[in-house]
């Protein structure tokens, strides 16, 4: 056994969008667009680390998750099929880099649990926040937010090669 990611849907739906009176600030460029995707993670449940000679780590049972987190659509969007897809990729983002968060946690080893808590803060915040950031940024500048197709079709491409691979660590030449 081993900890693993798993996001809740894994496919996003018109549903777990609340509808806004107005266009909604984009958190990382701070444009407004139609439609703002957020997720959150967790560890779950609570961590339970083991014991093992004088280290510690995680209990492999348990898991990452990455759930929608405060995800809004404009009430005067267009809510087509091209655009739920392009919103899709921001939240295949985190779980792909959640696949990548777990298997650093099972090869996680501290001297005691205060450490070990220390060790998954730098994790979590090197991934989701650092990298997950740098990625957000550059699909939504490439794509201009889904306007530009050609690259739209790139990035999901490069997207459809990373979910089919469990080992993947790297999207478009950025760390997961
Ligand atoms: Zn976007």
Redesign the pocket.
């Known amino acids: 056994m081993a900890i693993q990611a798993f996001a809740i849907p894994s496919s996003l739906s018109w549903s777990n969008y609340t509808i806004t009176s107005h266009r909604i600030q984009?958190p990382h460029d701070g444009q407004l667009?139609d439609?703002v995707?957020n997720f959150e993670w967790f560890l779950t449940p609570n961590l339970q680390a083991v014991q093992q000679g004088n280290q510690f780590r995680m209990n492999a049972s348990m898991r990452v998750e990455i759930k929608p987190n405060n995800c809004r659509v404009w009430s005067g969007a267009n809510k087509t099929a091209a655009l739920l897809s392009?919103?899709q990729?921001?939240y295949d983002v985190p779980f792909a880099i959640a696949r990548v968060v777990a298997s650093k946690l099972n090869s996680l080893r501290a001297p005691s649990i205060s450490e070990l808590r220390r060790k998954i803060a730098e994790i979590t915040l090197l991934h989701f926040t650092t990298r997950n950031e740098l990625i957000?940024k550059r699909?939504?500048i490439d794509?201009r937010?889904?306007t530009n197709a050609r690259y739209q079709r790139i990035w999901k491409n490069r997207m459809t090669t990373v979910l089919a691979d469990p080992q993947a660590n790297q999207i478009g030449g950025f760390w997961l």
């Open positions: 984009d667009q439609c995707t392009h919103e990729f921001h957000q699909y939504d794509t937010h889904s």
